[in-house]
């Protein structure tokens, strides 16, 4: 017994020094993409370039195929046209990147004689759902549009928030979670490490706001939480989705944490969320001013 527990012990320590090692190698590509925009937008293609690696795999496994090639390209594409060439090129290039995907796979169906067209459909459905699914990482440049300013104090605030709910819950989940958040999609989660996320976030993240942002308190406070609320939910989507294709972790690219989707699956959601969240503080802005 007190050799299980010691081994246990033993296995404790070494995934939270893994997990420290894994979090220390993440800071400079964090800290990379705070820089507008030549630090941003290269760092957030890379991001998708590698997401999709690994989100192609996991939906693939669920759907029965899909491309990291095309989910990329359906998000990069727009993604460097809007920087170079404006919006209206970016759409019409997003646009004939989606055409070119489905005829292809058009093309090809149109070409079997015999058997099952299953493949096809999965393929294209399976791409198209990878695409979806990470397409919330093309606001990350976009923050800035909402003023005409640089997007690093959103992303800071952003992202501040995000690993502050996920290391508030892993650490005060390991501590004291006794009661399971979701049994079937993640064992490990609690409701009282939920609960510590939420609070360590709300903290962390209303100070990045007031600081940073200038934002008020009765702006910060359920915005961060809404935020983190988001947060808690996409590692979930993705847990789900990992459930589902019998993977367990998207990668093995970072120590302690898995693949990129692993460390980034809180944005997915949190993103959209924290947009909405920006546009509301323009808005109250707007209003207090007249």
């Known amino acids: 017994m007190r050799r299980r527990a010691r081994q246990r012990s033993a296995k404790r320590s070494s995934n939270v020094a893994a997990r420290a090692l894994g979090s220390l190698l993440i800071l400079p590509f964090a800290a990379g993409i705070l820089f507008w925009p030549y630090g941003t937008i290269p760092l957030t293609i890379l991001l998708i370039l590698l997401a999709a690696r690994e989100g192609a795999q996991i939906v693939g496994a669920i759907s029965g ?34 055409l070119a995907l489905i005829a292809l796979q058009l093309g090809r169906a149109l070409q079997q004689k015999r058997g099952s067209l299953a493949p096809f459909a999965r393929y294209l459905f399976g791409t198209l759902a990878t695409a979806t699914w ?29 690993w502050g709910a996920d290391t508030g819950a892993y650490l005060i989940g390991r501590r004291f979670g006794r009661r399971k958040l979701a049994p079937l999609i993640s064992p490990r989660k609690s409701v009282e490490g939920l609960v510590g996320g939420l609070g360590v976030a709300a903290v962390v993240g209303s100070i990045v706001a007031v600081n940073i942002l200038n934002a008020p308190l009765i702006w910060a406070i359920p915005s961060v939480v809404s935020v983190a609320i988001a947060a808690e939910a996409g590692d979930l989507v993705e847990s789900m989705f990992k459930r589902a294709a019998g993977i367990k972790n998207s990668a093995t690219l970072i120590p302690g944490h898995g693949g990129i989707l692993d460390r980034i699956d809180s944005l997915l959601l949190a993103a959209p969320v924290a947009l909405l969240a920006a546009i509301a503080l323009e808005v109250l802005r707007f209003l207090t001013a007249r």
């Open 65 to 98: 195929g899909a491309s990291s090639a095309w989910s990329a390209a359906l998000l990069v594409v727009p993604l460097v046209a809007v920087v170079f060439a404006g919006v209206v090129p970016a759409l019409a290039l997003w646009v004939l990147t989606l």
């Open 134 to 162: 990470l397409s919330p990482l093309l606001l990350l440049p976009f923050f800035g549009f909402l003023n005409d300013s640089t997007p690093s104090p959103w992303i800071a605030w952003l992202l501040a928030v995000v």
